[in-house]
Antibody, heavy 122, light 112 residues
Framework: QVQLVESGGGVVQPGRSLRLSCAAS????????MHWVRQAPGKGLEWVAV????????YYADSVKGRFTISRDNSKNTLYLQMNSLRAEDTAVYYC???????????????WGQGTMVTVSS | DIVMTQTPLSLSVTPGQPASISCKSS???????????LFWYLQKPGQPPQLLIY???NRFSGVPDRFSGSGSGTDFTLKISRVEAEDVGVYYC?????????FGGGTKVEIK
C-alpha cells in the first residue's frame, strides 16, 4: 500500500546536525513533489520545505533556510532532510508528505508519514 | 506570507449535532487556473494529519459525506453535519497557492 516511513530522529545538542529520511512505497515516487512539515510539541503544523519531483527545485521556510537541506534519491525512493546548526526551536515531530498530483510542487498532501521526533537539547 | 486564521480555537459538540469551523486567508486563494487552493485536514490524537477536503469543497477518498467544505476567495468553512465520536481531533486549513505553504492555527473538536 502507499506508505511513507520516516526515520533518523533523536536527541541532539544545539548546534549539531541530524539527517532525516523518508522511505516511500506503493507509488511512483519519482513522479511527485515531496514536503517536510513539522509540529512542535503541543503546537500546530509548520511547513518546512519542498522538493520537486525531479529534485530540480527546492524551497524552504525562512525559519530553516540556510540550515536545512531537502534532497531526494529517486532510485532509492527516499526523501531526506539534512538539518544543520540545530536550535531548541527545531524540536518537533517531522512529517514527510506526498502531494496528491504528479509534477506540481504544491498541492494537497494526500499521504503523510507517521513522523519522527527530533529533540534539540543540551 | 499568507496568514490563515481559524475560528473557533475549540469546539465541544454533542454527538449527532452539527459543527462548523471558519478559516480566513489574508489573500485570495483563487489561482489563475480557476482552482482555489484551500484544503482541510484532521489530525486525530496521536496520528499524523489526514486529508479531508481539497480545493475548498471536494471530499478526499473515503471521507464521509457528513463533512463538507465551502467558501471562496478568502473565506472558507468546514461543516460536519452530524458529529460522531471518531471526528475528535484538531482540524487545520491549509493554503498552497503561494509558498511558504501555511496552515491555520487549528480547531480542536471534542465530544460533550
Amino acid at each position: 500500500q502507499v506508505q511513507l516511513v520516516e526515520s533518523g530522529g533523536g536527541v541532539v545538542q544545539p548546534g549539531r546536525s541530524l539527517r532525516l529520511s523518508c522511505a516511500a512505497s506503493g507509488f511512483t515516487f519519482s513522479n511527485y513533489a515531496m514536503h517536510w512539515v513539522r509540529q512542535a510539541p503541543g503546537k500546530g503544523l509548520e511547513w518546512v520545505a519542498v522538493i520537486s519531483y525531479d529534485g530540480s527545485n527546492k524551497y524552504y521556510a525562512d525559519s530553516v533556510k540556510g540550515r536545512f537541506t531537502i534532497s531526494r534519491d529517486n532510485s532509492k525512493n527516499t526523501l531526506y532532510l539534512q538539518m544543520n546548526s540545530l536550535r531548541a526551536e527545531d524540536t518537533a515531530v517531522y512529517y514527510c508528505a506526498k502531494v496528491s498530483q504528479s509534477v506540481v510542487v504544491a498541492d494537497a498532501f494526500d499521504i503523510w508519514g507517521q513522523g519522527t521526533m527530533v529533540t534539540v537539547s543540551s | 506570507d499568507i496568514v490563515m486564521t481559524q475560528t473557533p480555537l475549540s469546539l465541544s459538540v454533542t454527538p449527532g449535532q452539527p459543527a462548523s469551523i471558519s478559516c480566513k486567508s489574508s489573500q485570495s486563494l483563487l489561482h489563475s487556473d480557476g482552482k482555489t487552493y484551500l484544503f482541510w485536514y484532521l489530525q486525530k490524537p496521536g496520528q499524523p494529519p489526514q486529508l479531508l477536503i481539497y480545493e475548498v469543497s471536494n471530499r478526499f477518498s473515503g471521507v464521509p459525506d457528513r463533512f463538507s467544505g465551502s467558501g471562496s476567495g478568502t473565506d472558507f468553512t468546514l461543516k460536519i453535519s452530524r458529529v460522531e465520536a471518531e471526528d475528535v481531533g484538531v482540524y487545520y486549513c491549509m493554503q498552497s497557492i503561494h509558498l511558504p505553504l501555511t496552515f491555520g492555527g487549528g480547531t480542536k473538536v471534542e465530544i460533550k
